[in-house]
């Protein structure tokens, strides 16, 4: 069973940084992607970057100039680095995966494990 918790959100002024974790478990031995989303108030989901089990990342054109995924599998966590950040990028953030591989653009449905969700609030 995969599982995903996600921490790190918080609020932050506008041209702040934030680091999101999330821990996993449930994924050893097999080919996965891992990606991050996020939804805001009256939106739709929106994919922002996924990586692969072998380390190839995509991010989506809209944040990639200042949203960096990355995963650390001693750690279990993937994670996303955010810096310049606007109070557009105000939502929910969650992390997901599915097994095999990435595609790209990004559509929620593919991935079948979530988490929790974790606030980001940028205040302008």
């Known amino acids: 069973q995969v599982q995903l918790v996600e921490s790190g959100g918080g609020s932050v002024q506008a041209g702040g940084s934030l680091r999101l974790s999330c821990a996993y478990s449930g994924l050893a031995a097999r080919p996965y992607c891992m990606a991050w989303f996020r939804q805001a108030p009256g939106m739709q989901r929106e994919g922002l970057a996924n990586?692969?089990?072998?380390?190839?990342?995509r991010h989506n054109p809209s944040v990639s100039a200042r949203f960096t995924i990355s995963k650390d599998d001693a750690k279990n966590t993937l994670y996303l680095e955010m810096s310049s950040l606007a109070p557009e990028d105000t939502a929910i953030y969650y992390c997901?995966?599915?097994?095999?591989?990435?595609?790209?653009?990004?559509?929620?449905?593919?991935?079948?494990?979530w988490g929790q969700g974790t606030q980001v609030t940028v205040s302008s």
């Open positions: 997901a995966a599915r097994a095999g591989t990435c595609f790209f653009p990004m559509r929620s449905s593919e991935y079948s494990a």
């Open positions: 990586i692969h089990t072998a380390g190839t990342t």
